[in-house]
């Protein structure tokens, strides 16, 4: 069965830096492309970009471009979000989710939670 | 970058009737749109790809249809647990993928 399994919420203060994960299981880890959705609460849902567990290979959407990175590590079947100073403005859900051949989103994580308050 | 424009923002339906949402792309997308279903408190959950093609496990009185700009997802008799948020998505040039802003289907 494949899953993506997302680490918990967290609790940061604005400056700090953080790092979240989304672990897959089931299926050929390196066989698909990841994408990071935000969904700040209330809104509607967000494309960041996508990572390839292969190589690393990253596309960030131009919102997110230098405010998030990206990484992976294929001998965990892990995939990374991180900040290296978070804003009251990064508050939202964030999930992982596997993209399809077809170019469409079908499994999802169930999202973690990440809120930016002094 | 393409948009996605929804309507209605919010959508009232009493439990049984059919329930039409649409999505119109500022730009042909081919036939490369899906749609998702938003439960509160849930991760999003595909309903349909390639703008007509059911994911799996998704109910027969889900479908959906059109082409180039115009996309339409129609629920034929609505149930309790369809009162959700829906988005529409384009994934016609990668890596770019863009969502609609949502649909509110609320019971009336």
């Known amino acids: 069965e494949v899953q993506l399994v997302q680490s918990g919420a967290q609790l940061k203060k604005p400056g700090e830096s953080l790092k979240i994960s989304c672990k897959a299981y089931?299926?050929?880890?390196?066989?698909?492309?990841i994408a990071w959705v935000r969904q700040v609460p209330g809104s509607g849902l967000e494309y960041m970009g996508v990572?390839?567990?292969?190589?690393?290979?990253?596309k960030y959407t131009p919102s997110f471009q230098g405010q998030v990175t990206f990484s992976a590590d294929k001998s965990i079947t892990t995939v990374y979000l991180q900040w290296t100073s978070l804003k009251a403005s990064d508050t939202a859900i964030y999930f992982c989710?596997?993209?399809?051949?077809?170019?469409?989103?079908?499994?999802w994580g169930p999202g973690t939670l990440v809120t930016v308050s002094s | 970058e393409i948009v996605m424009t929804q309507s209605p923002a919010t959508l009232s339906v009493s439990p049984g009737e059919r329930a039409t949402l649409s999505c119109r792309a500022s730009?042909?997308?081919?036939?490369?749109v899906a749609w998702y279903q938003q439960r509160r408190g849930q991760a999003p959950r595909v309903l349909i790809y390639?703008?007509?093609t059911r994911a799996t496990g998704v109910p027969a009185r889900f479908s959906g249809s059109g082409s180039g700009t115009e996309f339409t997802l129609t629920i034929s008799s609505l149930q309790s647990e369809d009162f959700a948020v829906y988005y529409c998505?384009?994934?016609?040039?990668?890596?770019?993928?863009?969502f609609g802003q949502g649909t509110r289907l609320d019971i009336k």
């Open positions: 730009q042909s997308v081919s036939n490369y």
């Open positions: 089931g299926y050929s880890f390196i066989g698909y492309w």
């Open positions: 390639n703008t007509s």
């Open positions: 989710v596997r993209v399809e051949d077809y170019g469409h989103f079908q499994f």
């Open positions: 990572i390839h567990p292969t190589d690393s290979d990253t």
């Open positions: 998505q384009q994934y016609s040039n990668w890596p770019s993928r863009t």
